[in-house]
């Protein structure tokens, strides 16, 4: 459910990331059942969500969507007639691809329920088509493709442990241990236990990339071990101390925010205004390089506006750089194709910002 692009192995060459209903065999989906089997999720606070709701989505999620209604109304005495009443729409609108007549009996004061039943209801006849040309889907897997250049992408992800996940609404690259190399984190969640099997609360799961070479999963380590329904995310500094931290949505409750606490290493960001192509420069990429030689680390990000899943980040290219404390070189490629280089020292620590002036020569601050 998203595609992001980024360079995972520092070889300049922006590789792909793509997350789906990927449901991996992993020991994740063990943990995950075993952590929210039972309501102690909730009453234990490991939810972002108030308790009452968090019961709430906790008890939908477990209904097995049958034709009768005989475990809402067992809802009734722990969680009141509120909380019956919406597991009596859900369950009436999830069988309205059996009795499409019923969508008129969705009451109006249920807009999402009603507008989903029927956008069912109108399933239009599906037409044959011939898919022997087409790429062929990877089912049951996130997929990471590297960039080979004239050889095309090739799927390494299982060779790289990247093809992990769940109902992975957002999978994004980004640096967040600043050791110059991005690793990926990817959202999970979906409340319906019913359509998706016992372990619909796989926790988000964060890939931490060793030099290019592996993926290894490390989201308990990094505090990232979450299990709420999360469907989107946005990485951004919140207080400017150069690590990139995540403030993280869910699909039936709040926000949540992850600070980041995890590194020593040093990092440097650059914002580019573009008064000639788009003013946040959405397309332009910049490479740095650090070291005494130009051959030395080279990394290379590009400025977007979207990757995630209903969801972008802050149009800046945050580099990590390990324990380098500067950057030697910057080259920007601007959007509509000319490129520049500065051949100068920046020093890590700091956000410089780049303008391109539409009648001189470009600025930094
Ligand atoms: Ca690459
Ligand atoms: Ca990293
Ligand atoms: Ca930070
Ligand atoms: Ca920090």
Do not use: A, V
């Given at each position: 459910m998203s595609i992001d692009t980024a360079d995972y192995n520092n070889d300049l060459m922006l590789d792909i990331y793509m997350t789906g209903g990927s449901w991996t065999e992993t020991p994740e989906r063990e943990r995950a059942a075993a952590v929210y089997k039972d309501s102690q999720f909730c009453l234990n606070k490991q939810s972002v969500n108030k308790q009452k709701e968090c019961l709430k989505i906790w008890m939908l999620s477990k209904i097995n969507l049958v034709k009768d209604f005989k475990e809402c109304e067992e809802m009734r005495e722990r969680y009141g007639d509120e909380t019956v009443r919406d597991c009596l729409v859900a369950e009436r609108v999830h069988q309205m691809k059996f009795d499409r007549t019923s969508c008129s009996k969705v009451p109006e004061n249920y807009k999402i329920y009603k507008t989903l039943c029927n956008a069912i209801e109108g399933y239009p006849e599906r037409k044959k088509l011939n898919t022997s040309e087409f790429v062929k889907q990877i089912p049951v897997a996130n997929v990471l493709l590297e960039n080979k250049g004239e050889t095309g992408f090739a799927d390494i992800s299982a060779d790289k442990n990247a093809q992990y996940g769940a109902w992975s609404w957002a999978g994004k690259f980004a640096d967040?241990?600043?050791?110059?190399w991005q690793d990926i984190y990817v959202a999970n969640g979906s409340v319906y236990a019913a359509f998706v099997g016992p372990t619909t609360h796989s926790p988000n799961m964060f890939f931490h990339n060793k030099q290019g070479s592996q993926f290894s999963l490390k989201h308990v380590s990094f505090g990232l071990d979450d299990f709420d329904h999360s469907s989107a995310f946005t990485y951004i500094d919140i207080d400017n101390d150069g690590d990139l931290d995540i403030i993280g949505n869910t699909t039936h409750g709040g926000l949540k925010v992850f600070k980041n606490n995890h590194t020593l290493n040093n990092s440097i960001m650059f914002e580019i205004n573009d008064e000639i192509g788009n003013t946040d420069c959405i397309g332009c990429k910049i490479l740095v390089a650090t070291g005494?030689?130009?051959?030395e680390l080279k990394q290379i990000r590009e400025i977007k506006a979207g990757g995630g899943f209903l969801s972008f980040d802050a149009p800046y290219a945050h580099f990590g750089l390990g324990d380098e404390t500067s950057v030697n070189r910057v080259a920007v490629i601007w959007s509509t194709g000319e490129r520049i280089v500065f051949n100068r020292k920046f020093d890590a620590g700091y956000k410089y910002v780049i303008t391109r002036k539409s009648v001189s020569r470009p600025t930094i601050e």
């Open positions: 967040l241990d600043n050791d110059g005494p030689s130009e051959r």
